[in-house]
């Protein structure tokens, strides 16, 4: 066995590939998510009937898309006639922004204001 096969199988048993990078060695900008989580945000009110959304990202990709005064959130609402909200934390990698909540603007605002008072115990914790 050739001391380079050693090393590649001791770099096996002691890593893994990266799940953010997938081993390219660098990941998305936040201006490639920021434009991922706008394709996400496009897609998914199209294809679906209900009148509002809810959006979870990180916090950095979520001002991104909100943009100043509101400016981008608005901006969505207009183009997609749908009612959004979007929720920024710092948990969230910034690749991973989802839907996590669709239904009447009732529904998804309820949604919306849960996770700000799930935010505001865990300040005050
Ligand atoms: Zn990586």
């Given at each position: 066995m050739t001391r380079k096969k050693v090393s590649?199988?001791?770099l096996d048993y002691l890593t893994q590939t990266c799940p953010r990078c997938?081993?390219?060695g660098r990941i998305l900008s936040n201006n490639?998510?920021?434009i991922e989580a706008e394709r996400i945000i496009h897609k998914?009110?199209?294809s679906n009937?209900?009148?509002a959304f809810l959006f979870k990202g990180n916090i950095e990709i979520a001002s991104m898309l909100i943009g100043k005064k509101a400016s981008g959130l608005n901006r969505l609402q207009a183009e997609t006639g749908?009612?959004?909200y979007i929720y920024g934390d710092n948990e969230t990698p910034p690749e991973?922004?989802?839907n996590i909540k669709k239904g009447s603007i009732k529904e998804v605002e309820y949604a919306f204001q849960e996770l700000e008072n799930q935010r505001k115990n865990k300040t005050i914790l």
């Amino acid at each position: 066995m050739t001391r380079k096969k050693v090393s590649d199988g001791l770099l096996d048993y002691l890593t893994q590939t990266c799940p953010r990078c997938k081993g390219v060695g660098r990941i998305l900008s936040n201006n490639s998510n920021f434009i991922e989580a706008e394709r996400i945000i496009h897609k998914i009110c199209a294809s679906n009937r209900q009148p509002a959304f809810l959006f979870k990202g990180n916090i950095e990709i979520a001002s991104m898309l909100i943009g100043k005064k509101a400016s981008g959130l608005n901006r969505l609402q207009a183009e997609t006639g749908k009612k959004i909200y979007i929720y920024g934390d710092n948990e969230t990698p910034p690749e991973n922004f989802m839907n996590i909540k669709k239904g009447s603007i009732k529904e998804v605002e309820y949604a919306f204001q849960e996770l700000e008072n799930q935010r505001k115990n865990k300040t005050i914790l």
